[in-house]
Every structure is written in structure tokens, then in C-alpha cells.
């Protein structure tokens, strides 16, 4: 059974910093992409950063280049998204997943879901 468990979201000001965390257990966690998406109220699920099996390539959404960083550690099978300069429209449940690539991630190809961790910033 594949779980994919997310941490480190919670209330933070516009301008700080959050780094979330994705435990992917059950698969071969080396094998595939993994990546986060967002879906704030009343808005549609969005890709926000995608990284590739053995980390060579990243890709991000334009609204989070040069703010946001996506890595990943294959001992530990754990993602994760570090969160700086935070605005108001960052707020939003934020997802993890895995799929085979960030290529076809990007298309919402995804294979497994975490249950989402909520991401607000707000003075």
C-alpha cells in the first residue's frame, strides 16, 4: 500500500518561510518523480514544483520560480518544498505525489496523492 504523508504546513506571515515534507512509503521511492501541487479556495489544483527520480531536473510553476526550492533525499524517501518569501496568494491546501515523470506530472498524470497539508499566509 503507497502513503504519501505531507508535514510542515501552518499560519505564517507574507515574506516568511515554510519547508514541507513528503513521506512516500510502499513504493520504490527512487523510481519515480515526485512533486507538489496546490488547490486554494475556489480555484482548480495547480502544479508548483516537480523534481525527477535522482534529482537532475526540477521544474516549477512561474508564480514560485526563484521563492520556492524542491528537493528530495532518496535514503530517507522523503520530499521536500522549501517555502520562502511567502505571499498571500501562497495560501492553499498544498499536495505531494509521485508519478513517472515531471513532464507528463505537469499534464496531472499522477500516480499516488498525499492528503494535503495546509499552507497560510497572512499577517
Known amino acids: 500500500q503507497v502513503q504519501l504523508v505531507e508535514s510542515g504546513g501552518g499560519l505564517v506571515q507574507p515574506g516568511g518561510s515554510l519547508r514541507l515534507s513528503c513521506a512516500v512509503s510502499g513504493r520504490t521511492f527512487r523510481s519515480y518523480a515526485m512533486g507538489w501541487f496546490r488547490q486554494a479556495p475556489g480555484k482548480e489544483r495547480e502544479f508548483v514544483a516537480g523534481?525527477?527520480?535522482?534529482?537532475?531536473?526540477?521544474d516549477y510553476a512561474d508564480s514560485v520560480k526563484g521563492r520556492f526550492t524542491i528537493s528530495r533525499d532518496n535514503a530517507k524517501n522523503t520530499a521536500h518544498l522549501q517555502m520562502n518569501s511567502l505571499k498571500s496568494e501562497d495560501t492553499a491546501v498544498y499536495y505531494c505525489n509521485t508519478a513517472s515523470a515531471v513532464a507528463t506530472m505537469k499534464t496531472g498524470q499522477v500516480d499516488y496523492w498525499g492528503q494535503g497539508t495546509q499552507v497560510t499566509v497572512s499577517s
Open positions: 523534481i525527477s527520480s535522482l534529482g537532475a531536473v526540477t
